[in-house]
Structure formats: C-alpha cells, structure tokens
C-alpha cells in the first residue's frame, strides 16, 4: 500500500509532467511581419522591415513621431486564441532603441526615456478595437543609451483566480484597473484578440515624441499537456482512488 507521502510525490510529479511539452513561435522578420504591425509612415499605418537595425536579424523598425512606440498583431494565431489551454505562457521581445527625442533641433537632441509594456486585449464590441479588456505587464524602459534590450513576461498560471505579481488589468469603457463584476482574468486570458507591446500605459495619456525603435525576435512559448503525459496523470488520480477505497474503515458488526 502507498503511504500518503509517496502518492503525494507521485501526483506532483505526474502534474507537473504533464504539462512539461513547450510550444515557441519566434517571429525573427527573415520572412516577413508574420502579422506584426508599426507605425511607420505617414498616414500613421504601415510597417517596415529594416535589414540593417535589427538583434542580428532584420528587425520591424518605426521611425515616426506619435504619442508612444507601439507594436501590434492581430492576425498571427500563434500569438492569438485560447491562453488558458497551456498552463503557463511567455512572452519575449528584443528592443533596439536609437532614439526617442523631441523631434526638433531645439533640444540639442535630449533623450526622453519611456515605459516598455506587453499588453493582451480582448475586444468587447466586434469591429470596434477601442472597446477591450487587457492584462498587460510592465517590462521595463526603453533608452537609447541603453542598447539593445531583451524583454520577457510570464503569466506562469493562465488559470489562476487572482493576478500573479507585476501584472495588472484594464478596462477601456471604464478607464479603471478592474474588469467588470463576473469577469475574471481567466475569462479575458480564454480570448485574446490581440497582443500589443507599447510605451503607454493603459489609461494614461502623452504628449507625441519622435521614436525612432527596432524590435526583433517577437517570441511566445506555452507549456501544453502531451495525451501520454495526461494519461499518467490520471492514472495516479486512479490510483488514489483505489488506496483510498481500501483504506476505508470497515463498520463493525454486533
């Protein structure tokens, strides 16, 4: 007969295993945007690969003056869909910053570092972008004098009831760092529509600066149960439940 500690050894290694199988996409811009999107021209719309300022690979590259550096995808599945169907998820970004200024001469050319953040959106009105909930985590700031930066974000327990650590919430109808009463943060994370990396904090508001910043190696990694691995999982739950029918007390007979 297995003694309770012996089950519960087998049970958190059978659990953790399965979930052990890592899935990556890492969008590297070699062959194309795969679905990545800057702002880079003058209409505001528009991307461009740039060959010679990416981390080792052509890089997306925005050159522009707006209110903040923002990178986004809306159509690349792997980046897209059900985050709750993996147990964790990792988002990385490489970030080359050669400058964020004022756009003028007037400055003498001053640097004005901002915000780096990743943001997961789930729109709330079909056809409207502007109505959404987000999660979104703080990765850092961009710099110039920096050089070339890696970023990366975990969302460790996509089912877990409560925000983990050093991520945050938004909701775009309200302005306001909390979803509406009877959603929760697994029901945003069952969703998500698009994924965007920006210098804005959701809520705030600033003023426009020239950005002039590569990204390179847009990664996503998830941990996803293999059948075998769930099959064994179950198994020791079975394997509990018959320990526990035999350890039941027999009732006594007059």
Do not use: C
């Not at 811009?29 to 209409?43: I, N, R, Y």
């Not at 990792?90 to 050669?98: A, E, F, P, Q, R």
């Not at 998830?222 to 059948?227: F, G, L």
């Amino acid at each position: 007969m297995f003694k309770a500690p012996i089950l519960a050894m087998l049970l958190t290694v059978a659990s953790a295993s399965a979930w052990a199988k890592p899935q990556s996409t890492t969008v590297d811009f070699s062959s194309g945007t795969q679905g990545w999107l800057a702002l880079a021209s003058d209409d505001g719309t528009g991307s461009v690969i740039d060959n010679s300022t990416g981390n080792g690979t052509p890089g997306l590259h925005m050159n522009y003056y707006f209110t903040g550096a923002m990178f986004w995808n809306q159509s690349n599945q792997s980046f897209l869909g059900d985050y709750t169907t993996s147990k964790s998820v990792s988002l990385g970004i490489d970030v080359n910053t050669h400058s964020i200024d004022s756009g003028g001469d007037d400055d003498g050319g001053a640097q004005y570092p901002r915000d780096f953040l990743v943001e997961l959106r789930q729109y709330t009105t079909p056809g409207d972008a502007s109505k959404y909930f987000s999660v979104w985590h703080m990765l850092g700031a961009l710099d110039k004098n920096t050089g070339p930066l890696h970023f990366s974000a975990t969302l460790a327990d996509t089912g877990a009831a409560e925000l983990a650590s050093g991520w945050q919430v938004y909701d775009s109808a309200t302005d306001g760092d909390t979803l509406p009463a009877g959603t929760t943060l697994r029901d945003v994370l069952s969703r998500i529509d698009e994924v965007q990396f920006d210098t804005r904090v959701p809520g705030y508001s600033y003023d426009p600066a020239h950005y002039d910043v590569t990204v390179d190696n847009i990664s996503i990694k998830s941990a996803v149960p293999e059948p075998e691995q769930l099959a064994m999982l179950l198994a020791g739950l079975g394997v509990v439940g018959v320990v526990a029918r035999r350890r039941r007390p027999v009732a006594a007979t007059a």
